[in-house]
């Protein structure tokens, strides 16, 4: 299996639900480790990331600060809706086969 980073793969940041203009969180797209998103610091904070493509996942890595729980929902839709839960923080797995992912840090 091929190593595509978000920003490779096509992969769209769809919503967010907080805006820094110097961290924006179209950084959480790229590798470069000196970009990172900084949120208002409120919880949830949110990120729906739609990939061109039904795309499988088999490794998802974060780096997080201050981070209670991240869950990673997953859709078939080719709209941001009717998310599943898929995986929790301390609960890994092979993520499977989905077009949009919805990322809820709390």
Not at 7 to 15: C, I, V
Not at 28 to 36: M, R, V
Not at 38 to 49: K, R
């Amino acid at each position: 299996m091929q190593h595509v980073t978000l920003e490779a793969s096509g992969a769209q940041l769809s919503f967010a639900t907080s805006w820094d203009p110097a961290h924006p969180p179209e950084n959480c797209l790229d590798e470069d480790p000196s970009t990172f998103w900084a949120s208002t610091g409120l919880f949830p904070q949110e990120l729906i990331i739609t990939f061109p493509q039904p795309t499988t996942i088999s490794s998802l890595r974060t780096k997080t600060n201050s981070v209670k729980k991240l869950t990673v929902m997953k859709t078939l839709n080719k709209k941001p809706a009717g998310f599943e839960q898929y995986v929790s923080l301390g609960k890994c797995g092979n993520l499977l086969l989905f077009k949009c992912v919805h990322v809820c840090v709390c």
